[in-house]
């Protein structure tokens, strides 16, 4: 069977396509992403089905597949090329989709219609091909890699140990973390897994099929060739604006004032002998663009970009210019500009540079992963088959609730063996 759905390889495990989903929502919600240790380690759903409904789970066993299913969860459900994929690595990815979808285009997976037509099944469905194709997806590059002969170095190792050691810290230490992975049905060695295949195993591969060229080695000369050729331009602006942060106009006497601002301004610019450093004066103190918190300004060295990347009226007039020539009083829909011409600066050309360069390889990469993913076999079992995400998720959350209950009546006991004993009286 080959996978049906195209994972995109620039995001890694946090990639789930929603595709013929997209029409189905009226108001998505925005999902929740967070991936250490899991792409939605979220509490309890609001409406968790009762634990009486399954039993009580035995919340001391660390393998959660077992308890929720019946089976342990280095059961294999599916092989990816001959490489077996086990239930926890499945039943992760499905948990991550359900509640993805359940948060995007339901608002919470409590809401979800399981049976609701996608025009290509149904929900039920849709989920567990996208939780196959996640984990088939990182199986591809475990794959790859291993053909390759590419796999952890000593210090990536020791790297990955320090990525594990924060995640306990970030979860508040190793009781928490621990609680963290059951909640998702992970453990810890499915984990650090996971994170040697998207944090170094998929970056390596990606160097070993795109290497990337040194950006450090390029020389001004063909950094400003290559920005020359793409048509790039470097601008400063001052920007005196006539609409609010929300972008509706402002009043008639407010972009009066504007407009007489950048006359007056543009008067003392043209009649500087020192024009440029006045320019820069004047935009640091006058400029309403883009600030941080602290007053400065948010682009000081202005923008180097190409052509439709601005507004028509900025690049119009930016085009006009030769370096060092000041701009009359420009219009755009954001204000009156006034703008400045400069060489392309080495170092943001450098950097832009880079960024494209990324860009290229991440694109080339998703292609080479989407080709890999369509060529995959991917065969499922039996025990792949029984298992019903619904019923799956229903468990889950009772489980999690079960063990929410559970530190609640911890912590409580924890409190009441910790308060002090009645002030004895003092001795005579």
């Known amino acids: 069977m080959k996978a049906t759905k195209r994972i995109l390889g620039a995001a890694l495990c946090g990639a789930l396509l929603i595709g013929t989903l997209a029409g189905c929502a009226e108001t998505p919600a925005d999902p929740s992403s967070s991936v250490s240790p899991s792409p939605s380690a979220s509490a309890a759903p609001s409406e968790s089905p009762s634990a009486l409904q399954f039993g009580d789970f035995d919340l001391n066993s660390v393998d959660v597949t077992q308890v929720l299913l019946g089976i342990p969860g280095d059961t294999t459900v599916m092989t990816v090329d001959g490489a077996a994929v086990d239930a926890e690595e499945y039943l992760y990815w499905l948990g991550y989709a359900t509640e993805y979808v359940g948060y995007y ?40 890699c291993a053909q390759r002969n590419i796999a952890m170095t000593a210090e990536q190792e020791a790297e990955l140990d320090q990525q594990m050691a ?137 923008y180097l970009f190409g052509e439709g990347e601005m507004v028509q009226e900025f690049e119009d007039a930016a085009k006009a210019l030769g370096e060092h020539e000041l701009s009359d009083i420009v219009e755009t829909s954001y204000g009156y ?13 450098r950097e832009a540079w880079t960024s494209e360069q990324d860009a290229s390889i991440s694109e080339q990469m998703n292609e080479q992963m989407n080709t890999w993913m369509e060529e995959a076999d991917i065969q499922t079992n039996d025990t792949f088959a029984s298992i019903d995400p619904k019923d799956y998720y229903e468990r889950l959350s009772a489980y999690r609730a079960q063990l929410a209950a559970a530190e609640e009546a911890d912590a409580a006991e924890g409190a009441a063996t910790a308060e002090p004993s009645a002030t004895p009286a003092a001795e005579g």
């Not at 997976?109 to 609701?116: K, R, V």
């Not at 011409?341 to 943001?348: A, G, Q, S, Y």
Request: proline letters at 3%; hydrophobic letters at 40%; glycine letters at 6%.
């Open 166 to 302: 924060d995640a306990v810290e970030n979860s508040g230490g190793q009781d928490n973390f621990e609680l963290a992975l059951k909640e998702v049905n992970r453990t810890e060695e499915g984990l650090r897994s996971m994170y040697s295949a998207s944090n170094f195993l998929y970056p390596a591969l990606q160097e070993q099929l795109f290497p990337a060229q040194d950006a450090a080695a390029l020389t001004a000369e063909e950094l400003a060739q290559w920005a020359s050729d793409k048509g790039l331009m470097q601008v400063k602006h001052i920007l005196f604006k006539t609409v609010d942060d929300s972008g509706s106009p402002l009043s008639d006497e407010e972009i009066a004032a504007a407009k007489q601002k950048a006359e007056d301004t543009l008067a003392q610019l043209q009649a500087s002998d020192d024009m440029e450093n006045l320019f820069d004066q004047l935009m640091n103190e006058l400029s309403e663009d883009g600030r941080y918190a602290d007053g400065t300004l948010g682009a000081p060295d202005g």
């Open 337 to 349: 500009h006034i703008l400045l011409r400069l060489p392309v600066d080495t170092e943001m050309a």
């Open 105 to 144: 285009m339901f608002g919470d997976p409590t809401a979800i219609d399981w049976e609701m037509d996608t025009g290509s099944g149904t929900v039920a469905e849709y989920l567990v091909n996208n939780a196959r194709d996640l984990a088939a997806f990182n199986q591809v590059i475990r794959n790859q």
